[in-house]
């Protein structure tokens, strides 16, 4: 089962592509953000101290958190509508099962 991807095909594959930005440059700066505020987070919690810089730092602990779940789950779905709609260029190709060999005069295909 596929849907008929021609029309839309120089804007999904290849290295321009929409999926590839997205995959390549667009979630690897947002984990970037996250890694960054959860960073700062842990450090305005846990050393620098004081009451109110404590609750703030506990506070970006966690939007860091919640923004790598969400990140996560986008980027999921983006490599499973890639996959299901056959967005995927080569990587979508699937790999051979292994073969055993059973007779040393027929090759394995």
Known sequence: MGFNTTYIANYTIGPYGIVSII??????VL???ALLVFLYGVAQAYILSGGEKREEGHRLILWGVIGF???LSVWGLVNIFQGFFGLGGASSVQPRPPCIQTQTDVPCQ
């Open 23 to 28: 995959n390549g440059y667009v979630i690897p």
């Open 31 to 33: 984990f970037t953000i």
């Open 69 to 71: 779940v969400a990140m």
